[in-house]
């Protein structure tokens, strides 16, 4: 009995176990294929699901992912800015044969400086800045940069005999013509005459950014904040004239013989605050050690102009102290002073930055930006070329009639440009 159990058990065992490795049987005529089951697939993990998504869909931010996390740049500016504007040219050479020398306009006349606008060249600067990772994809965004103080003017002085003929070109008020107050003239006037200008910009901003996109190699934030900027202008005239004949100079009215000489300032400052809030958008996409990113910022908000006009003229005669008389040629009772205005503006910045990871918390950087601020108040736009004779301490014709008109004061502003490169690291921490 026991025998036989055991040979049957063992029967059925072989004979499931054939069964079981057998294949699917044939379809039964007129019944249609057996169904299949669905393919199993390998189950995305979290990059792919956020990276491979379609454009409607986009990725979501670990809302604790971004929290201490920390980035460092500091970046060496080569940047230009937009010239100084002026009203025409500032001095200019000419000839004693001409009907009136050194005026513009005539045949013999050429310009020295400030025709083409006032070009400061290219400025040094330095740009730090970084963020720090909040929770909820959220981060704190700043930078701050300053460029050098820069300058461009010109020196221009005659040889002992009063040659060549140079000269600071106005328009007379009460004729309306073309007419030029001498620094030097052959035979009669040895002068000298310095004109500088300098410039200096400035700024910073803060923003809040918030992640729309970030995934691994690519990322896109939205900023919202506030920047401030401030450029520090000026435009300064200095002349110093020594007659070489008697009764050729004069001073209030009086003659300035030898050895007594005679010096005038004019004197043209500016000082423009924007502060507003600002929009702005950040790009960063990886490319195996390569980065690239753009950003692109509106900001919107108040400029706070400020001018400040100064002129005198000086009498300088060996053994007395110096006599003033207030005004020099340019600067005059009607435009001298301290003049405030506050407008809307507009602040807008593109820039667009590479990166080389050198490893994997340090990148070699370099790029471009533009930076466009709206009105803008700068020192040459204040300058009125029309000058009353009957105001100026060092004219001829000083005191033969009203001294009123021109020069005033009237506020004129320029659009500001700021571009150029940068060189610099980033860390990350």
Not at 261 to 272: E, I
Not at 309 to 335: K, R
Request: net charge negative; with cysteine; charged share 15%.
């Amino acid at each position: 009995m026991r025998n036989g159990f055991l040979a049957a058990f063992g029967a059925l065992a072989l004979g499931g176990a054939a069964a079981f490795g057998q294949s699917p049987p044939a379809p039964t005529p007129g019944k249609g294929p057996p169904p299949s089951l669905p393919p199993v697939l390998p189950a995305a993990g979290p990059s792919d699901a956020c990276c491979a998504s379609l454009p409607t869909a986009p990725c979501e931010a670990d809302a604790g992912d971004g929290w201490g996390r920390a980035t460092f740049f500091a970046d060496y500016l080569v940047w230009w800015v937009r010239k100084g504007p002026t009203p025409g040219p500032l001095l200019t050479v000419g000839s004693a044969s001409d009907t009136i020398p050194g005026a513009l306009g005539q045949p013999h006349t050429g310009a020295l400086f400030g025709g083409g606008g006032l070009d400061y060249g290219a400025f040094s600067g330095l740009r730090l800045g970084g963020t720090f990772g909040l929770a909820g994809g959220l981060a704190l965004d700043g930078s701050y940069f300053i460029l050098e103080r820069r300058s461009t003017g010109v020196s221009a002085a005659s040889d002992a005999g009063g040659s060549p003929l140079i000269a600071r070109p106005v328009i007379n008020d009460v004729n309306g013509l073309q007419e030029s107050y001498s620094t030097s003239f052959p035979g009669e006037i040895v002068g000298r005459t310095d004109i500088i200008s300098h410039t200096q910009l400035q700024g910073f901003d803060i923003n809040l950014a918030a992640s729309l996109t970030r995934c691994p190699g690519r990322s896109l934030d939205v900023l919202v904040g506030y920047r401030r900027l401030d450029v520090r202008e000026d435009l300064l005239f200095h002349d110093a004239l020594t007659p070489l004949v008697s009764d050729d100079l004069t001073f209030l009215g009086a003659s300035v013989n030898p050895p007594s000489s005679l010096a005038d300032f004019d004197g043209f400052r500016t000082r423009n605050h924007f502060n507003g809030g600002q929009l702005g958008a950040r790009w960063q996409r990886s490319f195996g050690h390569f980065d690239v990113g753009v950003t692109g910022k509106l900001a919107l908000g108040a400029t706070d102009e400020r001018v400040q006009i100064e002129g005198a003229s000086l009498l300088l005669t060996p053994g007395a102290a110096p006599t003033a008389a207030l005004g020099g040629i340019l600067a005059q009772q009607g435009n001298i002073g301290t003049y405030s205005h506050s407008t809307f503006s507009a602040v807008s910045e593109v820039g667009l930055n590479l990166g080389w990871r050198v490893t994997e918390n340090l990148s070699a950087t370099m790029g471009y930006t533009f930076l466009y601020w709206t009105h803008v108040a700068r020192p040459g736009a204040q300058i009125d070329p029309r000058v009353n004779p009957f105001a100026v301490p060092t004219d001829q014709d000083f005191g033969g009639g009203p001294a009123t008109g021109h020069p005033l004061f009237s506020l004129h502003t320029r659009d500001f440009w700021a571009q150029g490169l940068n060189f610099g690291v980033t860390l990350r921490f």
